[in-house]
């Protein structure tokens, strides 16, 4: 199993990015998939995750309303849509899957799969 992160970028205060998470080796529209990131010298934080039965979004206070996660079973890709960046989305971020959704989606312990991550710097 492979999860791939892509999309990120230099992009000033304000601006929007795509991140894709594309995957091999498993179909990614049977699994919760979530997004994580890490700043320098901060913890790890989960960002978004979506389930694999319903559909759900989850997202972390600190993006809600900015940030939009989505799935594109076809391609058997998740996207995680960022509008309106500011300097603290400022990370490395990752893609991260489990078999079953989990109520505690924010942890990065609840996850089986990661992916190399893809940075993302917001900066004028």
């Known amino acids: 199993v492979q999860l791939q992160a892509s999309g990120g970028g230099l992009v000033q205060p304000g601006g929007s990015l795509r991140l894709s998470c594309d995957a091999s080796g498993i179909t990614l529209d049977y699994y919760a998939i979530g997004w994580f990131r890490q700043a320098p010298g901060k913890e790890r934080e989960g960002v978004s995750s979506?389930?694999?039965?319903?559909?759900?979004?989850y997202y972390a206070d600190s993006v809600k309303g900015r940030f939009t996660i989505s799935r594109d079973n076809a391609k058997n890709t998740v996207y995680l849509q960022m509008n309106d960046l500011q300097p603290e989305d400022t990370a490395v971020y990752y893609c991260v899957a489990r078999a079953v959704f989990h109520l505690n989606w924010y942890r990065d312990d609840v996850y089986d799969y990661w992916g190399q991550g893809t940075l993302v710097t917001v900066s004028s």
């Open positions: 979506i389930s694999s039965s319903s559909g759900k979004t």
